[in-house]
């Protein structure tokens, strides 16, 4: 059974610092995975998408990797700013065909102190 | 401008009603779904649906009822069935084709009075 983990569960940092938030899942036989964002009391935000074929992907000062042999994904995120402030969840998608399920981690809360 | 709406952004329910979410999407993406989030816990996949007048159960499907009379749109139903209905809710679509990337509404909070 696919499970999906974030450590740490929350992370507080000064403004300006680079930072790596973790996502690990157990089975490696993944379609692809998504990175989101999510702002208090708000809908999710998608950052990146990382297909199972593909290393890495950037969007700006964001920067997703994957690791499907170790059940690794890590989310870069460059020069942080106060506004960087959120929940970033991982989901990781199981398979090809119809089976579209996103299996979800927790998330990990981020702080970004001016 | 693109995306999906829900609505109402608060609902406020006395126990024994049945209250219907809205969730409607301008994308013209096939699959669109409904999840549930409850502090400390995942997502949960409530219904999803990939074609009209289509939809399967996903996790935590009882107490709830979905219907799919258009591709656009994908309401939510909580019945007075469901035993513990506050929560956030969510709607999202996705593409069929490509690498089925979902995108999200802003989500309903249902409360029980």
């Known amino acids: 059974k696919q499970e999906v983990t974030q450590i740490p569960a929350a992370l507080s940092v000064p403004e300006g610092e680079n930072l790596v938030l973790n996502c690990s899942f157990t089975d490696s036989a993944i379609y692809n995975l998504q990175w989101f964002r999510q702002d208090p009391g708000k809908g999710l935000t998608s950052l990146l998408l990382?297909?199972?074929s593909q290393r890495e992907q950037t969007s700006g000062r964001l920067n997703a990797s994957l690791d499907k042999s170790s059940g690794r994904s890590t989310l870069y995120i460059a020069a942080s700013q106060p506004g960087d402030s959120a929940t970033y969840l991982c989901a990781v998608r199981k398979s090809a065909g119809n089976n579209r399920k996103l299996i979800w981690g927790l998330g990990t809360s981020l702080a970004v102190n001016p | 401008d693109g995306g999906i709406t829900q609505s109402p952004k608060y609902l406020f329910r006395k126990e024994g009603q049945n209250v219907t979410l809205s969730c409607e999407q301008n994308?013209?993406?096939?699959?669109m779904y409904w999840y549930r989030q409850d502090p400390g816990q995942g997502l949960r996949l409530i219904y999803y649906?990939?074609?009209?007048?289509?939809?399967q159960k996903g996790d935590i499907a009882e107490g709830y009822s979905v219907s799919r009379e258009k591709k656009e749109s994908f309401p939510l139903t909580v019945t007075s069935a469901q035993k513990n209905p506050t929560a956030f809710y969510l709607c999202?679509?996705?593409?069929?084709?490509?690498?089925?990337?979902?995108?999200f509404g802003p989500g309903t909070r249902l409360t029980v009075l």
């Open positions: 994308l013209n993406h096939d699959a």
């Open positions: 999202a679509s996705s593409s069929l084709a490509g690498n089925n990337e979902q995108f």
């Open positions: 649906s990939q074609i009209v007048n289509d939809f």
């Open positions: 990382i297909q199972s």
